[in-house]
């Protein structure tokens, strides 16, 4: 089946010499998306699979951001209702296997700040490429959640369960330059490129022996399903947790964030 670009509404979304390309909708806002945009993350990798005219795929921002995730707004209504929690929570898990079933190689050009499921659809990627003046957190400290959208997956699985620990836990931002010392992203490429140089590694990818890419891409994602039962589902039921138990708390954090004033907790 082919991509139909009509059917998205966040993402900008085009094929073009069998590449398919997902820029962040929203740029005035720093790519943050709603329920809806949420959504396409997971139905752009589903669809890349299910379309025989694509064979590799570019994620990028569309301004000085990637994405920093979830609006504001959209957490928030999370926190108050039960019915939003399950769909996030099934947004999530669709998103992480829905990258990982992918055996189509993915390449991400990450603009600017990334946080939250935005950065996991870039880190999930299987060629990450961060300009030299985008930083990268895992924020879900920050929000009062347990680190979930499955950074608890990659992370360690990228930088060790030690590094992994001292992001994570604490919600900290990195560097571009950083990220690439301790091997969290691929390359650093001057402010403005990544999607020009995102655009050459997908055509050469696109110009190797497809299934030979792809059967090596499915075998390495076996160290990543081999987590999901595991350390990625328990992530994920304690982020719900989370929304449901400490709403209060959550949304005192959002709004910290937001004024850019210290939390109450």
Same mark, same amino acid.
């Given at each position: 089946m082919a991509i139909d670009p009509a059917a998205y509404g966040f993402l900008d979304v085009s094929v073009r010499d069998r590449i398919a390309f997902a820029g962040m909708g929203r740029p005035e806002a720093m790519g943050?998306? &709603?329920?809806?945009?949420?959504?396409? /993350?997971? %139905?752009?990798?589903? &669809?890349?699979?299910?379309?025989?005219? @694509?064979?590799?795929?570019?994620?990028?921002?569309?301004?000085?951001? /990637?994405? @920093?995730?979830?609006?504001?707004?959209?957490?928030? !209504?999370?926190?108050?209702?039960?019915? %939003? !929690?399950?769909? #996030?929570?099934? !947004?999530?898990?669709? *998103?992480?296997?829905?990258?990982?079933? *992918?055996?189509?190689?993915?390449?991400?050009?990450?603009?600017?700040?990334?946080?939250?499921?935005?950065?996991?659809?870039? *880190? #999930?990627? &299987?060629?990450?490429?961060?300009?030299?003046?985008?930083?990268?957190?895992?924020?879900?400290?920050?929000?009062? #959640?347990?680190? =979930? &959208? =499955? =950074?608890? #997956?990659?992370?360690?699985?990228?930088?060790?369960i030690t590094r992994a620990k001292r992001y994570l836990m604490t919600g900290d931002w990195i560097d571009a330059r950083e990220a690439e010392r301790i091997g969290l992203v691929t390359e650093v490429v001057p402010s403005g490129t990544s999607l020009e140089r995102a655009t050459a590694v997908a055509r050469r990818f696109a110009a190797m022996p497809a299934q030979a890419v792809r059967g090596t891409k499915s075998a390495l994602n076996q160290w990543l399903e081999a987590g999901l039962p595991n350390g990625f589902e328990y992530s994920i039921a304690l982020e719900m947790q989370s929304f449901a138990r400490e709403g209060e708390a959550v949304r005192d954090a959002v709004d910290g964030i937001r004024s850019k004033r210290a939390p109450a907790w």
């Open positions: 943050a998306c &709603d329920e809806e945009g949420h959504r396409e /993350f997971a %139905r752009i990798l589903r &669809d890349v699979a299910a379309d025989p005219g @694509v064979d590799v795929a570019v994620v990028h921002g569309n301004g000085p951001a /990637f994405s @920093v995730g979830a609006t504001y707004e959209w957490m928030e !209504q999370v926190t108050r209702e039960p019915e %939003r !929690q399950d769909d #996030l929570n099934g !947004q999530v898990r669709e *998103l992480v296997r829905a990258h990982i079933a *992918l055996d189509k190689p993915v390449v991400a050009a990450v603009s600017g700040a990334a946080t939250g499921s935005g950065l996991m659809l870039a *880190l #999930l990627s &299987d060629w990450v490429i961060v300009e030299e003046r985008a930083k990268l957190a895992d924020g879900h400290i920050k929000a009062a #959640l347990a680190a =979930g &959208d =499955g =950074g608890v #997956l990659i992370w360690p699985m990228a930088v060790g």
